[in-house]
Each structure stands twice: as C-alpha cells, then as structure tokens.
C-alpha cells in the first residue's frame, strides 16, 4: 500500500484515484476536479505532519490519529494546521472532515459528505448528492443541481443559483437562506428553533406551501396564499400552480419568509395577485 508521511510543500500524483477521503484540523482544503492525473498539492504543514495513503483508489488524507467521527474530540485547540489542494476526477465520492479549517469543493459529480466543527464550507457547482454537517460552521453552495441535506447548531446555509431535487435543513439557531428552483416531484424542507429562514423560489414555483412558525413571523411575496395566526401558529399554506413540489418550513420563534424571484410590489387597489402576505 502506498503511504506516504509529509511534514513539508510537497506534490504527489497518482495513476487513478476513485474515491477521496479527508480529514484535517486547521488550515484550508480545496477539492476541485481534473481531466488529468489526480494530484495532492501541500503548501504547508505546521505541526504533526500528514499521513497520506492511496490504496485500491481510495485516496486518503489525514492525521495518524483523526477518525473520521472523532472530530468533536479536537476542539481543543491544537497546533496542527495544513493548506492542501486536491485534484479529482469529477465522477469521484468525497469524504472531508474538517475542526475548523476553511473546506472548498468544485465540481463534483458524485456523493459528497462533509463534516465540519466550526470551519467554513463552501460548494460550487456541484451534482449529485450533498450531506452536510457542522457545529458552527457555516455552508455557502452555488450552482448546485441535485440533493442536498444539511444538519447545524448554530450554522448558517446560503443556497444560490441551484436546481434541488431535494434539500432538506435542520438547524438550531443557525439561518437557512436559499434561492432555488425546485424539480417536479422535488422538496424542501428546513426545520429550525430559532433560525431564521428565507426561500426565494421563481415566479412560475409549482409547489405545495406549509410555512409554520410558533411565535415568529411568516411572510410570503407569492400571492393565492392562505395566511392563518392562531395563539399556538402562524401559518400560511397553499399550492402555486400545478402543485408539483412541496416546501415546508417550521420553525419555534424564527421569522419565515418566502420570496418570489423578480417580485414586483402591486399597489394595495390592483388585488391580491402579487401582494405581500402577512401571518404575524
């Protein structure tokens, strides 16, 4: 098995690499895809060095000692630190493991798993299927066209310029705020406490509508919506055009808004059509 122990710049290649699996502390990690050889760029390392081992294809990056579900025991702060750049084929399944190092993936392909405690994630232009998972760290995604799923305490999802089939969030405090166009068939579904949470979908949206909130306010741009606030809810429901999506917000005391792309405000005399509706 290829293994190699690397405390300096270095730059590897290899002859195929059909999976890639991650898992570093401090520092940065880019993942971006080739049509040539697969390669692993080191500009630095500080600290205990890295461990790298390719082997069956699966290429692997790590810390002698980082498992893959131990990195909650690494908060503490650790001297470990390493800026990589990994190239892959488009058609490779990434696994990254970050503590609080800053994570970039470009144009993947393929099922894509990221954990992160508190550093920043950032996905471009991405298909397939996207699992993400943090403490605090925050998720930015463009240009994505598939599932995406994202479970956080405190982080924050930004969704821009993507194409769901599914994305389904869940978070407690953190704000979920996304711009999509959704499939037919597809869904959304973010579940917060206290997070606040804006949809902006386009103006032909075919989809069932269920924005409930505790005691935060529920706001949608889309008229033909159905708004209701009774001691325990606020609420507004319905379906826009044919109904072929579903969106579904609930949330303890975050404030829900549903944003209607190109959305021009219609004076109050001109109907309901394009008017603001209220729950709160």
């Not at 971006?32 to 692997?60: K, Y």
Request: net charge negative.
């Amino acid at each position: 098995m290829p293994h190699w122990t690397l405390d300096a710049p270095t730059t590897l290649e290899f002859d195929g690499v059909a999976a890639l699996r991650v898992r570093i502390i401090s520092g940065s990690v880019a993942v971006l895809t080739t049509d040539d050889r697969p390669r692993l760029d080191v500009a630095g390392v500080d600290g205990q060095p890295l461990l790298v081992r390719h082997e069956a294809g699966i290429l692997t990056v790590t810390y002698p000692d980082l498992t893959w579900d131990g990195l909650l025991g690494w908060l503490r702060p650790q001297p470990h630190s390493a800026a990589i750049t990994i190239m892959v084929p488009k058609e490779c399944p990434t696994q990254l493991g970050v503590v609080n190092a800053a994570a970039v993936v470009s144009g993947v392909c393929a099922s894509t798993s990221i954990k992160s405690v508190s550093g920043k994630i950032t996905l471009d232009g991405m298909t397939g299927a996207v699992d993400a998972s943090t403490l605090s760290g925050d998720v930015e995604a463009q240009g994505l066209d598939g599932r995406i799923g994202f479970n956080s305490v405190s982080g924050d999802l930004t969704v821009a310029d993507a194409h769901v089939d599914h994305l389904d969030a869940k978070t407690v405090s953190g704000r979920v705020t996304a711009d999509v166009d959704l499939s037919k068939g597809g869904a959304l579904r973010v579940a917060t406490v206290s997070g606040e949470v804006a949809i902006r979908l386009p103006a032909e949206a075919s989809t069932v509508v269920d924005l409930r909130s505790t005691t935060g306010r529920v706001q949608s741009e889309f008229g033909g919506l159905t708004s209701s606030r009774t001691p325990g809810a606020r609420t507004i429901t319905g379906t826009l055009g044919s109904g072929d999506a579903k969106l579904s917000i609930t949330t303890m005391s975050g404030q829900v808004t549903l944003l209607e792309r190109n959305h021009r405000q219609t004076p109050p005399d001109a109907g309901g059509a394009g008017t603001e509706k209220d729950a709160s």
